[in-house]
């Protein structure tokens, strides 16, 4: 069983594999090593596992397709992020932050203390100076 770039196997082609002479672990292993040309480290993690003894040729192929669904969508990520980064360069932020303006406050002192009074507070008094 050879794996070049750009085919998958096919469940047929394991089932071929399997007959009274391979078991599933023996499927498994030639499996394992085929792949083991394009990517040393994935054989490597699934044979680590625990219930490695137990996987069907049929969960090492999808364990396999999911690496490389995962391997495609982290490359595709990167690719986002650099160009969103280039376009920030080139446009500025594209996204609209809200500025945050700081409140600035009065200080005032009162009998040796120094007590910080914000604008709200000024409007407060303004109000019950008014109502009175």
């Known amino acids: 069983m050879v794996l070049m770039s750009g085919t998958r196997p096919t469940m047929t082609a394991v089932r071929a594999l399997r007959s009274d002479k391979l078991g599933d672990k023996e499927v498994v292993d030639k499996i394992l090593s085929a792949y083991m ?17 137990r996987f069907t040729p049929a969960n090492v ?6 690496y490389l669904i995962t391997v495609k969508e982290a490359k595709i990520a990167q690719e986002i992020s650099k160009i969103h980064e280039q376009l920030e360069k080139k446009y500025g932020v594209l996204e609209k932050k809200d500025d945050v303006a700081l409140k600035a406050s009065k200080k005032s002192q009162s009998k040796g203390k120094q007590v910080a009074k914000a604008p709200s507070d000024d409007e407060d008094e303004r109000d019950e100076d008014m109502a009175i």
């Open 37 to 53: 040309a394009r990517d040393v480290n994935l054989p490597i993690l699934i044979r680590e596992k625990r219930v490695f003894k």
């Open 61 to 66: 192929v999808g364990r396999i397709e999911e």
